[in-house]
Nanobody, 123 residues
Framework: VQLQASGGGLVQAGGSLRLSCAAS????????TGWFRQAPGKEPEFVAG????????AYAQSVKGRFTISRDNAENTVYLQMNSLKPDDTALYYC?????????????????WGQGTQVTVSS
């Protein structure tokens, strides 16, 4: 499966952005999908995930209540709505996918990755 992320940009603290990740190459609905981010000099960090069948979601504690992940199987797309952005949210954001139901927080459990989209939040 190929994943194409978009929607990043520069925003002031308190602002919002919506990231999109379009999938192609195979059927999207059997895939659990997620978002990770990586800031300079830091390890990749799980942000959010949505399970393939029951649409169960999971979030990192640092984004809970501010970010919302959703998916549209008809459009083969997963979204990340980011509100109340903070400078600490600045990072390269990656979408990911995996076969199977669990939403793992370890990036090693996700075999499919898109290219990153940069999110920069100014103070």
């Amino acid at each position: 499966v190929q994943l194409q992320a978009s929607g990043g940009g520069l925003v002031q603290a308190g602002g919002s952005l919506r990231l999109s990740c379009a999938a192609s190459g195979r059927t999207f609905s059997p895939l659990t999908t997620g978002w990770f981010r990586q800031a300079p000099g830091k390890e990749p960090e799980f942000v959010a995930g949505v399970a393939r069948s029951d649409r169960r979601t999971a979030y990192a504690q640092s984004v809970k209540g501010r970010f919302t992940i959703s998916r549209d199987n008809a459009e083969n797309t997963v979204y990340l709505q980011m509100n109340s952005l903070k400078p600490d949210d600045t990072a390269l954001y990656y979408c990911s996918a995996r076969d199977g139901e669990p939403i793992y927080q370890s990036p090693t459990r996700w075999p499919y990755w898109g290219q990153g989209t940069q999110v920069t939040v100014s103070s």
